[in-house]
């Protein structure tokens, strides 16, 4: 009985997060946007440091800033740090005529295929570049996204739920201006969104 509870409630959590990402999925970012890859998971002894390293699932985290750098909106995806997958994405995610603000990471040049600006900025790596003006806002994002999943989820399987786990906090940041509204907005959601069976919500979204 209590295997047929925590099969229902994790179905009933994953039915919402998926909800929330088609909810999300043709999200649209202009205007100024800061740009940035980031991982999930834990640390992987004995293995390689920094981008391409083991055991981690890379992520790309955009935020859209006021002009004065407050952060407005942001996109999430579950992706590695390649031009061909900022190539999608900027053409799902990114208005033609947004300004895209990037370190050196050459991928992200991908933006301007879709005719928005690339402002590169080389940051020297390291915890110096986390403090750079021009990318508190996604840095704050991203602090405040790892916080969030690590302090209300022991662990999930971050190479299959990713997508759903980004897209909830996604949900939730983007929503955050009128908070008497998330709930109704949910709701809605989960309405709108297509049947989602039980052996489709637990296919990794890399095997569809």
């Not at 205007?31 to 004995?46: H, K, L, P, S």
């Not at 999430?76 to 997958?85: D, K, N, R, V």
């Not at 301007?112 to 020297?124: D, I, K, P, S, Y």
């Given at each position: 009985?209590?295997?047929?509870?925590?099969?229902?409630?994790?179905?009933?959590?994953?039915?919402?997060?998926?909800?929330?990402?088609?909810?999300?999925?043709?999200?649209?970012?202009?205007g100024r946007i800061e740009?940035?890859?980031?991982?999930?998971?834990?640390?992987?002894?004995?293995?390689?440091?920094?981008?391409?390293?083991?055991?981690?699932?890379?992520?790309?985290?955009?935020?859209?800033?006021?002009?004065?750098?407050?952060?407005?909106?942001?996109?999430?995806?579950?992706?590695?740090?390649?031009?061909?997958?900022?190539?999608?994405?900027?053409?799902?995610?990114?208005?033609?005529?947004?300004?895209?603000?990037?370190?050196?990471?050459?991928?992200?040049?991908?933006?301007?295929?879709?005719?928005?600006?690339?402002?590169?900025?080389?940051?020297?790596?390291?915890?110096?570049?986390?403090?750079?003006?021009?990318?508190?806002a996604v840095n704050t994002?991203?602090?405040?996204?790892?916080?969030?999943?690590?302090?209300?989820?022991?662990?999930?399987?971050?190479?299959?739920?990713?997508?759903?786990y980004l897209a909830e906090?996604?949900?939730?940041?983007?929503?955050?201006?009128?908070?008497?509204?998330?709930?109704?907005?949910?709701?809605?959601?989960?309405?709108?969104?297509?049947?989602?069976?039980?052996?489709?919500?637990?296919?990794?979204?890399?095997?569809?």
């Amino acid at each position: 009985q209590l295997g047929v509870s925590y099969r229902s409630a994790w179905l009933m959590k994953h039915k919402i997060l998926e909800a929330m990402r088609v909810a999300e999925g043709d999200r649209k970012l202009d205007g100024r946007i800061e740009v940035d890859d980031a991982y999930f998971g834990g640390e992987f002894c004995g293995g390689k440091t920094g981008r391409g390293t083991d055991n981690k699932v890379p992520f790309v985290a955009a935020v859209q800033t006021s002009p004065e750098g407050h952060p407005l909106y942001a996109c999430l995806s579950a992706q590695p740090p390649t031009s061909e997958a900022m190539r999608a994405f900027a053409a799902r995610h990114i208005a033609p005529s947004a300004t895209v603000v990037s370190d050196g990471l050459w991928c992200f040049r991908a933006a301007t295929r879709v005719g928005a600006q690339h402002e590169r900025v080389v940051t020297g790596g390291g915890k110096a570049s986390m403090k750079l003006p021009q990318f508190k806002a996604v840095n704050t994002l991203l602090g405040n996204l790892k916080t969030a999943i690590t302090g209300t989820y022991h662990a999930f399987d971050f190479a299959k739920y990713a997508h759903r786990y980004l897209a909830e906090f996604q949900f939730r940041f983007n929503r955050r201006f009128d908070m008497k509204t998330i709930l109704p907005r949910l709701l809605q959601s989960l309405l709108a969104a297509p049947p989602s069976p039980e052996h489709w919500l637990r296919t990794a979204e890399v095997a569809r």
